[in-house]
Nanobody
Framework: QVELVESGGGLVQAGGSLRLSCAASGRTFVNYGMGWFRQAPGKVRDFVAAITSSGGTTYYADSVKGRFTISRDNAKNTVYLQMNSLKSEDSAVYYC?????????????????WGQGTQVTVSL
């Protein structure tokens, strides 16, 4: 099992930027892929981005492609989500997730551990 703690959420104006961080502990971080999901009130938890264990391959939802960047620092056991050109529809609770292996998927089933979430609110 791995423990994940997100940080970096907050209130930002449309067009602004935020960087989310997710610190991992409890497993060998370099052995598993990581992902970010988000959930708005009354909606399902949606895939945002994912990165393989080595950091060599990344995946993005179409809605964030070109605006968000996922990265990881295996020396710091941390994964990041840089969010630029934020829109009101990006407002949600953002969750960090650890995959079950070195690869990643784009559904929640591919991930076995979750953080508690961090709120991102984008105002017009």
């Amino acid at each position: 099992q791995v423990e994940l703690v997100e940080s970096g959420g907050g209130l930002v104006q449309a067009g602004g930027s935020l960087r989310l961080s997710c610190a991992a502990s409890g497993r060998t971080f370099v052995n598993y892929g990581m992902g970010w999901f988000r959930q708005a009130p009354g909606k399902v938890r949606d895939f945002v981005a994912a990165i393989t264990s080595s950091g060599g391959t990344t995946y993005y939802a179409d809605s964030v492609k070109g605006r968000f960047t996922i990265s990881r620092d295996n020396a710091k056991n941390t994964v990041y989500l840089q969010m630029n050109s934020l829109k009101s529809e990006d407002s949600a609770v953002y969750y960090c997730a650890a995959a079950r292996g070195s690869g990643v998927g784009v559904t929640t089933r591919s991930f076995g551990s979750w953080g508690q979430g961090t709120q991102v609110t984008v105002s017009l």
